[in-house]
């Protein structure tokens, strides 16, 4: 009982020495502080971002089991119809959707018509339904912070960033252009004219903003969505992607034509029980009329993980040698602090420590010192991306949790306190020689 107490008696007088050495030299060690908090803050940034944009990427689509499109890879679908990436390779004829429906597994399908734009960008036609079936985030429903879902023709809801960049409030009249953005740094629109006239950006048929969607961190707030009709009536009129030379006709005789949808880019479907899944996919690849692609959103993410592990792997490193690099910095202080510091190793020598005793103690500060720099670095991490994470989901469509420490960042933590104590052991040697010899030389 007695040699625990000593014990622990020693370990608190280790301590408590370790703690008021390394207040003595605070000025020298602020700096030796700051830069392994620097280094802490990045790996800690690094691995947060990593996780945060698979989570965002995810829960990009959330709620929907298949998503269906021409034959091709499914990564591409995913990319093209859920993060407007790249253009979609074919079309799906409108029949198709009626099929899918019919499946008895199938729940309900929204369709999507990619092909227009304005500026930068992307104009998706749609069904009413889409507002009510698309998910975002955790499960949460697509929101309007002004107006309602489009109900007819040259009518547009538009993304928040869309509104907030351009500036756009109901009943704003924009123009809508023919063809996916070229240039993704375009923030110049076509305005919209008074009237009906003829343009190959669809000058002709100007629409009306009816509905405002709030923020989610996805492709949605880049995006305006017209209805599929729509989609049609802005092509009446238009041959081979151009509009007809000379053909001139008002928005009355634009609705006399039949402006049911023809075609289709893609499909978001959702099933009726999720174990459902691989048999709906495994029909729909199959036995369609057309051939179609169906991919779960989960397993085309997996895919393209895959194809993206080393360059997040390469980040990963990056931040790790920097840690690795201050922490060697701070070994090397404490190393050249040793000549400078047998004076007081002598005093301890004197008081009764015992070398072993005095390594730990050079050990325990190297520990405190990285105790310090992961508490600096969490929390102004932590406070940077609660001042920043509505610019961050707005800006960038990135949702960064706040949290001080994660459950899955203990083994990085460990890591840094690993580090610290592998660079003290050759000061802790140092000081252990010569307290050492200064026994030795005492007898």
């Given at each position: 009982?007695?040699s625990?107490?000593?014990?622990?008696?020693?370990?608190?007088?280790?301590?408590?020495?370790?703690?008021?050495?390394?207040w003595?030299?605070?000025?020298a060690?602020?700096?030796?502080?700051?830069?392994?908090?620097?280094?802490?803050?990045?790996?800690?940034?690094?691995?947060?971002l990593?996780?945060?944009?698979?989570?965002?990427?995810?829960?990009?689509?959330?709620?929907?089991?298949?998503?269906?499109?021409?034959?091709g890879?499914p990564?591409?679908l995913?990319?093209s119809?859920?993060?407007?990436?790249?253009?979609?390779?074919?079309?799906?004829?409108?029949?198709?959707?009626?099929?899918?429906?019919a499946?008895?597994?199938?729940?309900?399908?929204?369709?999507?018509s990619?092909?227009?734009?304005?500026?930068?960008?992307r104009?998706?036609?749609?069904?009413?339904?889409?507002?009510?079936?698309?998910?975002t985030g955790?499960?949460?429903p697509?929101?309007?912070t002004?107006?309602?879902?489009?109900?007819g023709?040259?009518?547009?809801?538009?993304?928040?960033?869309?509104?907030?960049q351009?500036?756009?409030k109901?009943d704003?009249?924009?123009?809508?252009?023919?063809?996916?953005?070229?240039?993704?740094?375009?923030?110049?629109?076509?305005?919209?004219?008074?009237?009906?006239?003829?343009?190959?950006?669809?000058?002709?048929?100007?629409?009306?903003?009816?509905?405002?969607?709030?923020?989610?961190?996805?492709?949605?707030?880049?995006?305006?969505?017209?209805?599929?009709?729509?989609?049609e009536?802005l092509?009446?009129?238009?041959?081979?992607?151009?509009p007809?030379?000379?053909?001139?006709?008002?928005?009355a005789?634009?609705?006399?034509?039949?402006?049911?949808?023809?075609q289709?880019s893609?499909?978001?479907?959702?099933?009726?029980?999720?174990?459902?899944?691989?048999?709906t996919?495994?029909?729909?690849?199959?036995?369609?009329?057309?051939?179609?692609?169906?991919?779960?959103?989960?397993?085309?993410?997996?895919d393209l993980?895959?194809?993206?592990?080393?360059?997040?792997a390469?980040?990963?490193?990056?931040a790790?040698?920097?840690?690795?690099?201050?922490?060697?910095g701070?070994g090397?202080?404490?190393?050249?602090?040793?000549?400078?510091?047998?004076r007081?190793?002598?005093?301890l020598?004197?008081?009764?420590?015992?070398?072993w005793?005095?390594a730990?103690?050079?050990?325990?500060?190297?520990?405190?010192?990285?105790?310090?720099a992961?508490?600096c670095?969490?929390?102004?991490?932590?406070?940077?991306?609660?001042f920043?994470?509505?610019?961050?989901?707005?800006?960038?469509?990135?949702?960064?949790?706040?949290?001080?420490?994660?459950?899955?960042?203990?083994?990085?933590?460990?890591?840094v306190?690993?580090?610290?104590l592998?660079?003290?052991?050759?000061?802790?040697?140092?000081?252990?020689?010569?307290s050492?010899q200064?026994g030795?030389m005492?007898?």
């Amino acid at each position: 009982m007695s040699s625990q107490r000593s014990f622990s008696q020693t370990a608190a007088l280790i301590f408590e020495l370790a703690s008021k050495s390394l207040w003595h030299r605070r000025i020298a060690l602020s700096l030796l502080i700051l830069a392994m908090s620097l280094s802490c803050a990045l790996l800690f940034f690094i691995e947060r971002l990593r996780v945060d944009i698979k989570t965002s990427f995810a829960q990009s689509i959330s709620g929907t089991d298949l998503l269906v499109g021409p034959k091709g890879h499914p990564a591409q679908l995913l990319l093209s119809t859920v993060f407007h990436l790249g253009e979609p390779r074919e079309a799906l004829a409108f029949e198709s959707l009626k099929w899918l429906r019919a499946l008895d597994s199938v729940a309900w399908a929204v369709p999507i018509s990619l092909g227009d734009s304005h500026g930068p960008y992307r104009v998706i036609g749609t069904e009413h339904q889409f507002f009510e079936h698309i998910r975002t985030g955790e499960a949460e429903p697509l929101v309007f912070t002004q107006g309602k879902a489009f109900t007819g023709l040259w009518e547009v809801v538009i993304g928040a960033s869309v509104a907030r960049q351009l500036g756009y409030k109901l009943d704003a009249s924009i123009v809508l252009e023919h063809g996916l953005p070229s240039d993704e740094s375009q923030t110049k629109p076509s305005i919209a004219p008074k009237s009906f006239g003829v343009s190959a950006s669809h000058e002709d048929k100007p629409f009306r903003v009816v509905g405002l969607l709030a923020p989610t961190g996805t492709a949605i707030d880049r995006s305006l969505f017209v209805s599929l009709e729509s989609i049609e009536a802005l092509h009446v009129g238009w041959q081979a992607g151009a509009p007809i030379p000379g053909l001139k006709l008002s928005e009355a005789m634009v609705r006399k034509f039949d402006l049911s949808p023809k075609q289709i880019s893609a499909v978001y479907i959702g099933l009726k029980q999720r174990n459902l899944l691989f048999r709906t996919q495994r029909q729909i690849e199959s036995g369609g009329a057309a051939a179609m692609t169906a991919a779960a959103p989960g397993l085309a993410l997996a895919d393209l993980w895959q194809l993206i592990g080393k360059a997040e792997a390469g980040f990963s490193l990056l931040a790790f040698v920097m840690l690795i690099v201050s922490m060697l910095g701070m070994g090397a202080s404490l190393l050249a602090s040793m000549r400078e510091r047998e004076r007081e190793l002598s005093l301890l020598r004197v008081l009764g420590a015992r070398p072993w005793q005095i390594a730990l103690l050079v050990v325990v500060e190297a520990l405190l010192a990285a105790s310090l720099a992961l508490v600096c670095s969490l929390l102004s991490l932590s406070a940077l991306i609660f001042f920043f994470r509505e610019a961050l989901l707005v800006e960038a469509g990135l949702r960064m949790s706040a949290q001080w420490l994660r459950y899955d960042e203990w083994p990085f933590v460990a890591s840094v306190y690993a580090c610290a104590l592998l660079v003290s052991l050759l000061p802790a040697l140092r000081a252990y020689r010569i307290s050492l010899q200064q026994g030795m030389m005492e007898r």
